[in-house]
């Protein structure tokens, strides 16, 4: 498979909602995700297979002064576990250095198992949890990676 990273904008619309839908259910409205593509101090990075042009997963966060909160981050449900989670995340955290990023946190629900191993795979620590955090009463966990601008 032939993958490329790229800058995803408002021309993506349809494709990040399909795939939020497919992989989460439909977290974000049209209209977040609206905001998601053209606020100017969020990075939404998508990888596409190259040949197809097929949006295959997506990252997004958003920076607050130095800190990078991640906010969305899904692969398609049919090319999971194949490295594309890590291949994004590693070219966020790329992004993240050019911009003087001292860590990246998010939130992550308790019991989502593939994305906790995901997260400890890419080197996270649990900082914290949120009580009932989400709609259905779930806890989520605090995770942050600290980022050496050096390496
Ligand atoms: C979390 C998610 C983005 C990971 O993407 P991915 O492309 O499947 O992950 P990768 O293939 O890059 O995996 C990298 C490493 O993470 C760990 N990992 C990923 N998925 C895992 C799983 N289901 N079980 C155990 N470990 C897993 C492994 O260590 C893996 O390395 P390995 O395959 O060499 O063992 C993906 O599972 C997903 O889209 N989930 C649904 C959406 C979601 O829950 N998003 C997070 C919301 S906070």
């Known amino acids: 498979m032939n993958l490329t990273i790229i800058q995803l904008g408002i021309m993506h619309l349809n494709d990040c909602m399909d795939l939020d839908q497919k992989s989460l259910n439909g977290i974000w409205t049209k209209s977040q995700w609206e905001i ?25 966060a958003w920076l607050v002064i130095d800190e990078l909160h991640i906010t969305f981050i899904a692969v398609d449900p049919m090319n999971q576990r194949k490295g594309l989670g890590k291949f994004l995340l590693s070219a966020l955290i790329k992004r ?30 649990m900082v914290g949890n949120r009580s009932n955090f989400y709609k259905d009463g ?14």
Do not use: W
Request: hydrophobic share 35%; charged share 30%.
């Open 96 to 125: 993240s250095k050019s911009l003087q990023t001292n860590h990246i946190h998010l939130e992550v629900k308790d019991n989502n198992e593939p994305a906790k191993a995901f997260y400890e795979s890419m080197g996270f620590k």
């Open 36 to 60: 998601e593509l053209t606020d100017s101090k969020r990075i939404c990075l998508g990888v596409i297979e190259f040949e197809t042009k097929k949006l295959l997963g997506l990252c997004s």
């Open 138 to 151: 779930r806890d989520a966990l605090i995770l942050k990676k600290e980022i050496n601008i050096k390496s």
